[in-house]
């Protein structure tokens, strides 16, 4: 069975950072380019960032210079550190594994940005 469990949200302060996680089970992770998502209330879902098996990484507009994705293939985790964070990147941030045609979503974490 396939799990992704996202930890980390939170609410925090305009200005302050969080480290997002995105655990991994039953699937063979190192192969998955992993991505981050969120999601506003009554907006689409999109992309934040997203780290390939190589380790090359693609950056949202909005996302570069203030966050940060990893990955540690030996804990089968993906992370997303947000620093500088602003009113407006509260949203659900889902975690996605994608290896060609097969996709996973996690079940999502709450950022909520406000002071």
């Known amino acids: 069975q396939v799990q992704l469990v996202e930890s980390g949200g939170d609410l925090v302060q305009p200005g302050g950072s969080l480290r997002l996680s995105c655990a991994a089970s039953?699937?063979?992770?190192?192969?998955?380019?992993m991505g981050w998502y969120r999601q506003a209330p009554g907006k689409q879902r999109e992309l934040v960032a997203r780290?390939?098996?190589?380790?090359?990484?693609n950056y949202a507009d909005s996302a570069k210079g203030r966050f940060t994705v990893s990955r540690d293939n030996a804990k089968n985790t993906v992370y997303l550190q947000m620093n500088s964070l602003k009113p407006e990147n509260t949203a659900v941030y889902y975690c996605?594994?994608?290896?060609?045609?097969?996709?996973?979503w996690g079940q999502g974490t709450q950022v909520t940005v406000s002071s």
């Open positions: 780290i390939t098996s190589g380790s090359i990484i």
């Open positions: 039953g699937i063979a992770f190192s192969f998955y380019t």
């Open positions: 996605n594994a994608v290896l060609k045609a097969t996709y996973y």
